[in-house]
């Protein structure tokens, strides 16, 4: 296994620790702002869980997680093809081995792209393969391709075309595509489109499976709550395979992931914090000589000063900003850095104002 990559930025951190005002850590895109009081509230009527929950989801959380693919994402999709996850890092981890794929068999991940996919693919034994564009992919022992969109770390958002490009490439080489859906909510400069809309497959979910977490959209990152959708084969597959290794979302937070799904108000909300936390740090860092790429969706931005990654998380880190360096995400990054805005609002004023002096 590569070294854990966040490891690495611990002398940094120890520098922006430093600061006098104290650190304004940009570097992880956790979230900061409350659980939603609906969602608490679920999680506490359902606190006296003693059995066994299901693997699969209660009914009624598979009929929220299929109503809201139908209402949110445009994908008509049954009960049977929805699967309830452990955080969805834990299924990009396991999914190659999961699927039973080994040694001979290929991943393809973008090559600016969250570490996971790598060592999902180690951890199986496969041979990790990066790509430019998707359909440029080698084929020879392909079986898994990894698509994110929007893109963490870049926030680019594929199109329309892209998508369709992309699954008609795949089924004709028999590869099944996995999409890393987990920002969809955050658009910003573009409206994010799931490889299970209808424009983009033709109706047919065959060969796709896509993911999608809870964890910004509903600050629930601690409940680790996320689900998968799409193929019914693959889906029915994976779930043959939970079952046995006892991967269960726990019944509570199950609950709690069906009220977060039925509810709009709290997704806006969140919104709005994000979009006037992105404006901030997205202007003073402009200001303060940086270039800003893509990042037209997502919790980040993707930014440069022209130089190596690491000079600049150093520079940062000594203002007492920690930002993620961007080789973390593959040697194309080497001269970017990511930011996340999941800071509360005092922290981002701290870095702004450090920014502009």
């Given at each position: 296994?590569?070294?854990?990559?966040w490891?690495?930025?611990?002398?940094?951190?120890?520098v922006a620790?430093?600061?006098?005002?104290?650190?304004?850590d940009?570097s992880?895109?956790?979230?900061?702002?409350?659980v939603?009081e609906?969602?608490?509230?679920?999680?506490?009527?359902?606190?006296?869980?003693?059995?066994?929950?299901?693997?699969?989801g209660?009914p009624?959380l598979?009929?929220?997680?299929?109503?809201?693919l139908?209402r949110?994402?445009?994908a008509?999709?049954?009960?049977?093809?929805?699967?309830?996850?452990?955080g969805?890092?834990?299924?990009v981890?396991?999914?190659?081995?999961?699927?039973g794929?080994?040694?001979?068999?290929?991943?393809?991940?973008?090559?600016?792209a969250?570490?996971?996919?790598?060592?999902?693919?180690?951890?199986?034994g496969c041979?990790?393969?990066?790509?430019?564009?998707?359909w440029?992919a080698?084929?020879?022992?392909?079986?898994?391709?990894?698509?994110?969109?929007?893109?963490n770390?870049?926030?680019?958002?594929?199109?329309?075309?892209?998508?369709?490009?992309?699954?008609?490439w795949?089924?004709?080489?028999g590869?099944?595509?996995?999409?890393?859906?987990?920002?969809i909510e955050l658009?910003?400069?573009?409206e994010?489109?799931?490889?299970?809309h209808?424009?983009v497959n033709?109706?047919?979910?065959?060969?796709?499976?896509?993911?999608?977490?809870?964890?910004?959209?509903s600050?629930?990152?601690g409940?680790?709550?996320?689900?998968a959708?799409?193929?019914?084969r693959?889906?029915?597959e994976l779930?043959?395979?939970?079952?046995?290794?006892?991967?269960?979302v726990?019944?509570?937070v199950q609950?709690?992931m069906?009220?977060?799904?039925?509810?709009?108000?709290?997704?806006?909300?969140?919104r709005?914090?994000?979009?006037?936390?992105?404006?901030?740090?997205?202007?003073?860092?402009l200001?303060a000589?940086?270039t800003?790429?893509?990042s037209?969706?997502?919790l980040?931005?993707?930014?440069?000063?022209g130089?190596?990654?690491?000079?600049?998380?150093?520079?940062?880190a000594?203002q007492?900003?920690?930002?993620?360096p961007g080789?973390?995400?593959?040697?194309?990054?080497?001269?970017h850095?990511?930011?996340?805005?999941?800071?509360?609002?005092?922290?981002v004023?701290?870095?702004?104002d450090?920014?502009?002096?």
């Amino acid at each position: 296994m590569p070294q854990f990559p966040w490891d690495r930025l611990e002398p940094a951190k120890a520098v922006a620790a430093a600061h006098p005002g104290g650190i304004v850590d940009l570097s992880v895109g956790t979230p900061v702002d409350p659980v939603p009081e609906l969602v608490q509230g679920a999680l506490r009527a359902a606190s006296d869980s003693p059995g066994y929950p299901l693997t699969a989801g209660t009914p009624q959380l598979r009929e929220a997680l299929a109503e809201w693919l139908r209402r949110r994402v445009g994908a008509e999709i049954g009960t049977a093809a929805v699967l309830p996850l452990v955080g969805s890092k834990e299924l990009v981890a396991w999914l190659p081995t999961q699927l039973g794929l080994g040694r001979g068999d290929a991943v393809a991940l973008p090559e600016l792209a969250y570490p996971t996919y790598d060592v999902g693919a180690r951890l199986a034994g496969c041979e990790p393969r990066t790509y430019r564009e998707p359909w440029e992919a080698d084929t020879a022992g392909l079986k898994l391709l990894w698509l994110n969109s929007p893109s963490n770390p870049t926030g680019r958002v594929l199109t329309k075309d892209e998508l369709a490009r992309t699954v008609e490439w795949a089924r004709e080489h028999g590869v099944l595509v996995v999409s890393d859906e987990c920002y969809i909510e955050l658009g910003w400069d573009a409206e994010p489109l799931s490889v299970l809309h209808p424009s983009v497959n033709g109706g047919s979910h065959e060969g796709l499976l896509a993911l999608h977490s809870l964890s910004k959209r509903s600050n629930l990152a601690g409940y680790r709550a996320a689900f998968a959708a799409g193929d019914e084969r693959v889906v029915r597959e994976l779930l043959e395979v939970r079952k046995h290794g006892g991967m269960i979302v726990p019944r509570p937070v199950q609950d709690a992931m069906a009220a977060a799904l039925g509810d709009t108000v709290h997704v806006d909300e969140q919104r709005a914090r994000y979009a006037q936390r992105r404006a901030a740090l997205r202007t003073a860092f402009l200001k303060a000589g940086f270039t800003i790429d893509h990042s037209e969706a997502s919790l980040y931005l993707w930014a440069s000063r022209g130089e190596s990654c690491w000079d600049t998380v150093n520079r940062l880190a000594e203002q007492g900003i920690l930002v993620a360096p961007g080789e973390f995400y593959g040697p194309k990054g080497d001269r970017h850095v990511r930011i996340a805005f999941t800071a509360t609002d005092e922290r981002v004023r701290a870095a702004v104002d450090r920014l502009a002096g």
